[in-house]
């Protein structure tokens, strides 16, 4: 709702967990509903082989259809509230983690949503987080509400969430997390206020480059399901290699199965494959309860071998020709909705701050402090109306900034590429200076504003 800037059909937003519904929400010309069991046969739409999941999901899955922007270029599954208790949990009639483990598989990014008021990972939502496992890369949390606790408290809270986290994701890196008020409502403890616009801008920059990475996605994907592939074809052979020709299938079956691990380790031996390569033990021994070996076909080792020439010569062509054709395009951003909001103008991120501080003024902003300055600069020796970079830097380096940072400013102040600075240049560096050191990032090109009015004609 709030990246969208409007309501989609179907939408329901509450205090407590009111999404009963998988929604997706899709691009298109008319605002309407198309319920799930209708949306599964939809050969335009990705989602056919959601059918395996049965009625009792179809009946809870919809796809929400509008005229959005923001919709051009993304679409979004909107999940159910998830539940504490085992009453609730029971009672969905269909295997939510796995209808999850589903999308996680095809979406581009996961996001995790919290509220900061009411931190709570239920057994339900550990189950959810362990169902997307493998797919860390992908995820993303969102701390929401945080304005309605104090920094304090809002430091505790996010102390907490990391921790739990830290308990359920299997990752050595720390899984990203944004603090902010996802919602178009004042802000009820205005204290973090360029806290939570910074988030922001760093999570719709996120967002909005999935667009453009969507092509590489697709062939790692790709890629990850022929590795799967190969790996499966091995553990199908050697299950058909081990079983008896005449009698005692089903004793030997049942001692396959049961044994499949040593089979995982003896394949990993032979052909040098990653752990990380096979499917989860005990969903394969479930899932081969019910299959009859004598039908596995035996290895087909032409087949492997081209298999391997694909990944080794064919995706790699593919690779080039993805960033060839990217290059060519226009680049690909997520428009619209809350991505437009501030962008432009006064309400961007930073504006009017650091760098950009008297950019609507006047006046030049460092002419407010050059007589500080110029005590300085005359005490220089300055030749001409000039002090030398020598005599620059001995100043510049009482502000303790490395030396990269201040060879950055100093580029940025000589404007006239003399290798000296005279009395406004020196203003200038001081005022870059001062930026640097009230935490903000210098630009990559000095601003219109900041150069100084003598020097605006040699620009020009």
């Known amino acids: 709702r709030y990246l969208l800037e409007q309501d989609f059909p179907g939408m329901r937003i509450g205090p407590e967990p009111t999404t009963d519904s998988f929604i997706a929400v899709m691009q298109g010309d008319v605002e309407g509903i198309v319920p799930g069991n209708a949306l599964v046969v939809d050969p335009k739409k990705p989602f056919r082989k959601l059918n395996a999941f049965g009625n009792a999901f179809l009946n809870r899955f919809v796809c929400a259809q509008l005229p959005n922007p923001v919709l051009e270029s993304i679409s979004v599954i909107d999940t159910p509230g998830i539940l504490s208790g085992e009453k609730q949990r029971i009672s969905r009639g269909y295997d939510f983690a796995a209808v999850l483990e589903w999308f996680a598989e095809r979406v581009d990014r996961i996001i995790l949503l919290f509220d900061a008021h009411k931190l709570d990972i239920s057994d339900e939502f550990s189950e959810v987080i362990k169902a997307l496992k493998n797919h860390e890369d992908k995820m993303r949390v969102v701390l929401n509400k945080a304005d309605q606790i104090e920094t304090q408290q809002l430091m505790r809270v996010y102390g907490a969430l990391m921790w739990s986290l830290g308990k359920i994701v299997n990752t050595p890196e720390v899984i990203r997390v944004y603090i902010g008020s996802f919602w178009s409502h004042p802000l009820l403890i205005p204290d973090n206020r360029k806290l939570f616009e910074a988030e922001e801008q760093d999570l719709f920059r996120d967002i909005q480059s999935l667009p453009r990475n ?91 071998e081209t298999v391997e020439d694909m990944l080794a010569n ?49 006046e030049w902003v460092v002419a407010r402090d050059k007589p500080m300055y110029d005590e300085i600069f005359y005490t220089l020796s300055p030749v001409d109306g000039k002090i030398t970079g020598a005599n620059a830097k001995k100043e510049m380096v009482r502000s303790k900034l ?4 201040l060879g950055k400013i100093w580029k940025l102040a000589d404007i006239d590429k003399d290798g000296m600075l005279d009395d406004e240049e020196f203003a200038l560096a001081n005022h870059l200076i001062k930026v640097k050191l009230e935490g903000h990032e210098l630009p990559n090109e000095l601003p219109s504003h900041l150069l100084p009015p003598s020097k605006r004609k040699i620009t020009e």
């Open 214 to 304: 969507a092509a590489l996605r697709k062939l790692n994907d790709l890629i990850k399901r022929a590795r799967l592939a190969k790996v499966h074809a091995y553990i199908i052979s050697s299950l058909k290699k081990e079983m008896p020709s005449m009698f005692g299938k089903d004793n030997k079956k049942k001692e396959l199965v049961n044994n499949l691990g040593e089979i995982y380790a003896r394949i990993e031996r032979e052909h040098q494959i990653s752990p990380g390569d096979f499917p989860n033990l005990r969903k394969m021994q479930d899932q081969l309860q019910a299959q009859d070996f004598s039908k596995f076909q035996p290895l087909k080792s032409k087949l492997l």
């Open 314 to 362: 064919d995706i790699a062509q593919l690779m080039v020709l993805v960033r060839q054709e990217e290059s060519q395009r226009p680049t690909q951003m997520v428009k619209g909705g809350a991505f437009e909001g501030t962008l432009h103008g006064p309400f961007g991120h930073g504006y009017g701050e650091g760098a950009g501080e008297g950019i609507d003024d006047a």
């Open 402 to 405: 490395p030396n990269t940072v």
